[in-house]
């Protein structure tokens, strides 16, 4: 298990454990996470998942993948260097702590 | 494992007329059935809707006997997997986002929508789905597309005949011969339009894919802006008269969004009450079991959203209109790879402008006879007339 910190726009923080192998949107939505919809399933497709990781933690979650920056621009808030679509942030041990914000406004 | 059980009680012309309390008896003794009439097997639960249409790779969505085809004469996205989906849908996704509406239309559209109610009358009936529902549904989207020169009489008739040309499951050759000159027409129009903005670039869908490094084939130019003339005018009529008549209906509760101007809100659960798209098709691409059931590779199933959006396992007292939810995660929109491309200007057009801009132009309207107001729709749902005096 991994932890992984989800820090709301008003600065909420919810901190939940999430397995190896699921996504950071996924985690959010199994633990009742406000904040993050998802509405595609993590089919890339609605930018309704997008979040802000925290500046410690982007090497470790590593480069936006392929059209993950088209479907950014689809985002309802501003998109920063941080931004990533949570559903394409697959969780790997090396993630245990992981730090997201997370944007006013998904839709 | 044993088939899905068979309703052969279930006919299409019921499920015109009033689905619900059908899908609601399936939900509890047959959540998957195969139902002859409608010659697809269907899904009412949440979990099997959603679980279909996130794995695109299981459930495909190029259903070989779909009456799109010939509707639309073209192969369009909806009936294609893959990235040749994703590079067709991305082409024109620019124009959808909450970014250009905010910066490059939201006045504009704030401008249509008045305009549209500065000609109706104060103290007599009227019916907003003709005046209002469609008419600027259909006038917006010309902007959205950038299709300049149409009317907005030809946008819902064009419209009206892709989707019937597309629900035309029993292959009727007339519904066909008429998605024929529509398509002629409309593909007049596109090309017209497109010459224009090869010179004269916007932000429009047209706009974008015509003039786009990378162009997509010409026929999926024409295919999208169809397919979004056949979504993009419907949906947000019959979300808005839905919405209408919920709030109408339910005053305390128009009262409540008013004060917290929760328009929002309202969106969502006009949308989860009745969802305007109430069901699609996928074809099973294994064998493989649903809910203790065998598909067999190459059935072709159905996932009913407008049930899953009612669904008791989620929602409390799901049948009824109760904009203040505590969670009203549903499945209008779809999900998975062909979740609905117009879902932030859907958001943004209906739940931000025209619905706040109607009721404070009309803060006493009322809904004198809701009986008087006809819903119809299987494929496609909602009312069909919303007389509502206004004041
Ligand atoms: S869940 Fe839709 S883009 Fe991530």
Redo the contacts with the bound molecule.
């Keep these: 298990m991994v932890k992984v910190t989800y820090v709301a726009a008003d600065g909420t923080r919810t901190t939940v454990d999430a397995a190896p192998g699921s996504n950071v949107?996924q985690t959010a939505l199994d633990n009742d996470v406000d904040g993050i919809?998802?509405?595609?399933?993590?089919?890339?497709?609605?930018?309704?998942?997008h979040c802000y990781v925290d500046d410690d933690w982007t090497e470790k979650t590593g480069e936006r993948h392929d059209g993950e920056d088209d479907?950014l621009d689809c985002a309802a808030d501003e998109v920063k260097e941080t931004s990533r679509?949570?559903?394409?942030i697959k969780l790997t041990e090396d993630m245990d702590g992981l730090i997201v914000h997370l944007p006013e406004e998904q839709a | 494992m044993p088939l899905a059980p068979v309703d052969e009680s279930v006919m299409i012309k019921d499920l015109v007329l009033d689905p619900y309390p059908i899908y609601r008896r399936m939900r509890a003794e047959t959540p998957v059935v195969r139902v002859p009439s409608v010659n697809r097997t269907l899904l009412t639960k949440a979990e099997f809707t959603k679980m279909v249409k996130d794995d695109a790779e299981l459930f495909s969505s190029n259903d070989p006997e779909s009456p799109m085809h010939p509707a639309f004469r073209a192969h369009t996205l909806m009936r294609k997997d893959g990235d040749e989906h994703r590079r067709e849908r991305m082409a024109m996704q620019k124009a959808f986002t909450p970014k250009i509406i905010k910066t490059n239309w939201a006045q504009v559209y704030r401008d249509i929508t008045a305009e549209y109610l500065d000609r109706l009358p104060r103290g007599e009936t009227v019916d907003l789905y003709q005046e209002i529902c469609g008419p600027v549904s259909a006038r917006i989207l010309i902007h959205i597309l950038g299709l300049h020169g149409a009317s907005d009489e030809d946008m819902m008739r064009w419209s009206q005949q892709l989707i019937d040309g597309a629900g035309n499951f029993g292959w009727d050759p007339d519904l066909f011969a008429i998605t024929d000159r529509a398509n002629q027409e409309m593909n007049v129009l596109i090309a017209d339009c497109a010459e224009r903005l090869r010179a004269e670039p916007d932000d429009s869908a047209l706009s974008l894919m015509v003039n786009a490094a990378d162009p997509i084939p010409w026929s999926q130019v024409e295919a999208n802006i169809k397919i979004a003339i056949g979504g993009g005018i419907n949906e947000p009529r019959d979300a808005m008269a839905t919405i209408i008549y919920g709030l109408l209906t339910n005053p305390e509760q128009l009262e409540e969004v008013r004060r917290q101007e929760a328009w929002g809100a309202a969106f969502e659960e006009g949308v989860r009450w009745v969802a305007p798209i109430q069901c699609s098709s996928r074809v099973a691409m294994d064998d493989i079991q649903i809910g203790g059931c065998d598909i067999a590779k190459g059935d072709i199933l159905m996932t009913v959203q407008a049930s899953a959006n009612r669904d008791e396992d989620l929602y409390e007292d799901s049948e009824n209109f109760h904009v203040f939810r505590d969670k009203n995660v549903h499945q209008a929109f779809g999900s998975g790879p062909h979740?609905c491309a117009g879902a932030h200007i859907a958001r943004r057009t209906v739940g931000e402008i025209m619905m706040p801009a109607l009721f404070e132009r009309f803060p006493n309207m009322t809904l004198p006879d809701p009986e008087a107001v006809k819903w119809r729709g299987f494929g496609f749902r909602g009312p069909i007339n919303m007389p509502v005096t206004l004041n």
């Excluded at chain 1, 089919?43 to 309704?48: E, V, Y």
């Design positions: 949107m919809v998802g509405e595609c399933g993590g089919a890339m497709m609605c930018a309704t998942c479907m679509l949570s559903c394409q | 979740h």
